[in-house]
């Protein structure tokens, strides 16, 4: 029967391949590194030296399909043509901004420049806040957010009173927020100076609303149905080379 | 100059020494066991014959310490005597549900009871969403969560609609909800059915209300702070054997 970790490992693996097959290659990286560590260690364990042989051929496969897909992205950036697709079909769960694109955020982001034109309405103030929020937590050195968005005309008060709590917010913690008005921005796209440009076809506003205030997933957007939407995820080598 | 590996190393096996020293054996021990697992691979990769026999030596005394660590929970378990405890200060943050008691949440906790007077206000009740959000996450076979609560006698409609709204939200996933009042409770606390027994001193009420609803941390309860509260971990033996 197959112990706790040995599940452990089989799982990130397959969901390692399933993404590799999907090209999604950063994700499928963390999850081979992930599962190939966890399978080292069940297989420091085995006694059965026939299990051990398969899983040992096993994790040789995919530490070399790992290496040669970080040799490709390494490739595509130094090329600067890096491109990665997700497609999130309607009604899916499990892409909250963490799991969507927290891979790229870290201590060496420092700053991040957001264009959305519909950061106005108070949900949508509510996603920025959660956005805001993944970025203070894996962001620790992070100095400036520079949003770009559309002015909501209708209803105003709640987009600059809203906008200006969250900068006031971000100061606090160190980090400065610059907001620009912009009536014909039409690209939603999220640019981090270590290179990496994220463009969400509906912008940050991409989860269908909760069926009420006690729905699970009102709070954990990773548990939140999504609209079908489209993520492109592009690095620029040459922006990483002016930062 | 450190390379980012090495530091992650070093900084989750400070976090993990700094736990060990408050006697949170169980966090202290994921900390050295994914520090010690980085910092492996980490000397696999060094050159230096200098700082590669520090480093394994120091490798060496943090399995060993995490060895001891494993063996001491698991002795304190099996005479139904383990006890850990959590204080949190006033206004520290880092102690969501997921991570407070996270780690004693996983695919073999089929039922959990809950006992906490304070499930019914506005704010109780989205801490009691909350909650459900970190098992139905965690806890993939769960089963039944039982609530024991006080009623709520001055505003009595939100109490019950939110949580016959929760009610059917968990019913979906195939999780029964039990719901008990009781005006003669005064314990707090979870309990696993795989043995643990977590007491918080507030029950699930211990974050500070946020600023506004524009604050960083107004989702993330990890960037929440928290007013001054106990929490205590035990587990208890004879209720493992029971189940």
């Known amino acids: 029967m197959a112990d706790p970790e040995e599940k452990v490992a089989i799982s990130l693996l397959s969901r390692a391949v399933a993404l590799d097959k999907q090209q999604r290659f950063t994700e499928?990286?963390?999850?081979?590194?992930?599962?190939?560590?966890?399978?080292?260690?069940?297989?420091?364990?085995?006694?059965?030296?026939?299990?051990?042989?398969?899983?040992?051929q096993k994790a040789n496969e995919y530490l070399d399909r790992a290496e040669h897909i970080k040799n490709h992205v390494h490739l595509e950036k130094s090329k600067g043509n890096y491109h990665e697709k997700i497609r999130i079909e309607d009604g899916a769960k499990g892409f909250s901004y963490q799991s969507v694109f927290g891979r790229f955020?870290?201590?060496?982001?420092?700053?991040?420049?957001?264009?959305?034109?519909?950061?106005?309405?108070?949900?949508?103030?509510?996603?920025?806040?959660?956005?805001?929020?993944?970025?203070?937590?894996?962001?620790?050195?992070?100095?400036?957010?520079?949003?770009?968005?559309?002015?909501?005309?209708s209803n105003g008060d709640v987009q600059i009173n809203g906008l200006s709590n969250i900068r006031s917010d971000l100061e606090e913690r160190g980090i400065t927020m610059d907001i620009t008005f912009s009536e014909t921005l039409h690209d939603r796209e999220i640019r981090l100076d270590a290179g990496w440009i994220i463009k969400i076809g509906r912008g940050l506003d991409y989860f269908k609303p909760p069926k009420s205030k006690w729905a699970i997933g009102y709070y954990d957007l990773d548990l939140r149905p999504c609209h079908e939407s489209t993520i492109d995820i592009y690095h620029r080598n040459n922006l990483a080379k002016n930062t």
């Open 28 to 56: 499928s990286l963390i999850c081979y590194e992930e599962g190939i560590q966890i399978l080292t260690q069940v297989i420091r364990g085995l006694k059965d030296p026939k299990k051990k042989s398969h899983f040992s």
């Open 105 to 153: 955020l870290s201590e060496s982001v420092l700053t991040i420049d957001v264009e959305d034109p519909y950061i106005r309405t108070f949900h949508q103030l509510q996603n920025f806040v959660r956005f805001c929020e993944v970025v203070c937590r894996l962001c620790p050195n992070l100095k400036k957010i520079s949003l770009i968005t559309g002015k909501d005309s």
